[in-house]
């Protein structure tokens, strides 16, 4: 591949003169935000840095789209059902752009799914919670969603190119399905008593989890000064938390319903809502893999991979035959190496 | 036109489009490789979309998925049979995504009431037919393990094609002459597929057959008591 082959030209070299020449090159373009793109020289930090972020959300995109999945089979209109199609139907999309930025990189998509599989990489904590009623899928799409938009807006100015412009496109979906999810809640809201109650469980559920999405707190957080640095990141973690509460309190209003937390008030002095303690104990554990579904997640995806590897093999035989084929006449089993 | 006469083939036509959407959506977050979970997706959106005009012109769309018993379906059992492995899914792909194909196309040429849902329609299926076609190919020439699965499949299905080629109220279209063209079709992508043609009947004993009536195989009534659900336990409500 000709792109991991200019890399690795320019990343292995000894000359440490050349690479202390590079790196203020790189130095240089980042401080100016221009992009960084796949033939450039870049920091084996920075691109490990990149990996792991894009493979990490590329998980989510495919993980993401089980908990919401649970719910097409039992869509209560059929309008409903097709968007919600649609919006698992562009996740799986979100995914694939994303392996494909990360490929840019000279890491393969078979390689991160491995490392998905085998929980040596991670995705975002929030999909380890279940999706209980209908108002799931409305309160995912408002909070989750919504968190997600704040995070990933600024990556649209993300000094990596390939990975800036995935984001675009994510972003202007992602917006749309934060909608799809108020709008799903604002017709529970507006509904029958039992309605407005599913609504208000499911947002009592994903409110916390969906401030944790953010991460730890600053003086916590292991990458962000480097990735600030490097321009991956433009916004600190509390700060994006604090756009992100002070988007949904006034939303919350408009949907007629409450966000679980007693010590909610706006702040004249600061000019932003004050919000309470987060459990950063739950985070953890979670994180660690005590969620209510973190087993459930990974199981599905490994079944669904493993399920699928006949599949794979067969499509995979299928184009060996027929690109290298010239007696035109071979049957299944004839070319032995590619027998599953 | 008449309206009773053709509600009677919006709901035949509508309800292959839903049932076989909904089946397909069963695969979310199943599917063998990332490409497949977009197109089959996409595959049962074209569907839902296509089922959601069919049953408007037949009367609430909604009452009509949600609030019709198992009986009142019209649906070919075909489309009702559960997603088995990917091979299943796709043999019933191939069997429907072709005939669908053949009588788009032929509504589309009539200046009937379908004709114009057709006209759009048959553009969306003529890519289901050709994803059909594809994957029975590479499963069919792939590996042993996909020629045997795909087989199995194509066999097991074959008994659910007759009913295809029954006659419907208000369809008006050369039902011979697409049977002739399906058989055709078939049989030439199996044979690139190195597949052999399934042999038994295509309409089996009592039952098989008779979707277009009301009678459906077991597993659709668990399919429906699901998708009916949560709409059902929130009478009158809206979403």
């Known amino acids: ?340 | 036109m008449t309206t009773t006469v053709s509600a009677t083939a919006a709901l035949a036509l509508g309800d292959d489009a839903l049932v076989l959407s909904h089946r397909l959506g069963e695969w979310a977050g199943h599917a063998p490789v990332l490409e497949e979970e977009v197109a089959l997706a996409n595959i049962a959106l074209d569907l839902l979309g296509q089922a959601r005009v069919l049953l408007s012109t037949a009367g609430d769309e909604d009452e009509l998925a949600y609030l019709r018993e198992e009986r009142a379906f019209r649906n070919l059992q075909l489309v009702e049979q559960p997603n088995g492995d990917f091979a299943h899914t796709i043999a019933r792909q191939l069997y429907f995504s072709t005939y669908q194909h053949l009588l788009y196309a032929g509504l589309a040429a009539t200046d009937g009431p379908f004709a114009d849902l057709a006209a759009k329609a048959v553009k969306e299926v003529a890519y289901h037919r050709d994803h059909a076609e594809q994957w029975t190919l590479r499963l069919g020439d792939g590996t042993e393990t996909g020629h045997e699965r795909m087989q199995r499949a194509c066999t097991a299905l074959w008994r659910f094609t007759g009913e295809m080629f029954q006659p419907v109220d208000g369809l008006d279209v050369d039902l011979a002459g697409m049977e002739t063209a399906w058989l055709e079709s078939v049989r030439a992508v199996l044979h690139r597929a190195t597949l052999t043609v399934p042999e038994g009947p295509r309409t089996g004993a009592w039952s098989a057959g008779a979707g277009r009536q009301g009678v459906h195989t077991e597993s659709f009534g668990r399919m429906l008591a699901e998708m009916q659900h949560l709409h059902r336990s929130h009478p009158g409500a809206s979403w």
Not at chain 1, 87 to 92: L, M
Not at chain 1, 162 to 189: D, N, T, W
Not at chain 1, 199 to 212: I, K
Request: with cysteine.
């Open chain 1, 1 to 340: 591949m000709a792109t991991a082959a200019a890399h690795q030209a320019y990343g292995t070299t000894e000359d440490t003169a050349d690479t202390g020449a590079y790196e203020r090159a790189f130095d240089a373009a980042v401080a100016a935000d221009e992009r960084i793109e796949p033939r450039d020289w870049m920091p084996d930090a920075y691109r490990a840095t990149l990996v792991r972020q894009m493979a990490q959300h590329a998980h989510s995109e495919i993980i993401g789209m089980q908990p919401e999945a649970n719910w097409i089979t039992r869509a209560p209109s059929l309008r409903r059902k097709a968007i919600l199609m649609a919006k698992v139907q562009d996740e799986a999309g979100h995914g694939l752009y994303l392996y494909s930025a990360a490929e840019t990189l000279g890491t393969s998509r078979d390689e991160l799914l491995d490392k998905l599989h085998s929980g040596r990489q991670k995705y975002s904590s929030i999909f380890n919670y279940p999706t209980l009623t209908w108002a799931d899928v409305g309160a995912i799409g408002w909070l989750v969603d919504g968190a997600a938009i704040t995070n990933q807006v600024p990556l649209c100015r993300c000094s990596y190119g390939p990975y800036a412009r995935a984001m675009v496109r994510i972003c202007k979906e992602e917006s749309f399905h934060q909608r799809q999810g108020y709008e799903l809640l604002l017709a529970l809201g507006r509904g029958t008593p039992e309605q407005h109650a599913m609504a208000q469980d499911a947002v009592n559920r994903w409110w916390w989890p969906s401030l944790m999405m953010f991460g730890p707190p600053d003086d916590e957080s292991a990458h962000s000064a480097q990735s600030m640095t490097w321009k991956i990141k433009r916004h600190s973690n509390d700060e994006l938390r604090q756009r992100f509460v002070d988007i949904c309190v006034p939303q919350a209003e408009s949907l007629g319903l409450t966000l679980p937390d007693p010590d909610l008030r706006w702040n004249e002095e600061r000019g932003h809502y004050d919000f309470g303690p987060i459990d950063w104990t739950e985070f953890k554990e979670v994180l660690k893999g005590n969620g209510p579904c973190n087993e459930q997640r990974l199981t599905q995806r490994r079944r669904a991979h493993e399920e699928g590897a006949w599949v794979r093999e067969s499509a995979a035989a299928y184009a060996a035959r027929h690109t290298s084929r010239t007696d035109g006449a071979s049957k299944p089993g004839e070319t032995g190496a590619t027998r599953a």
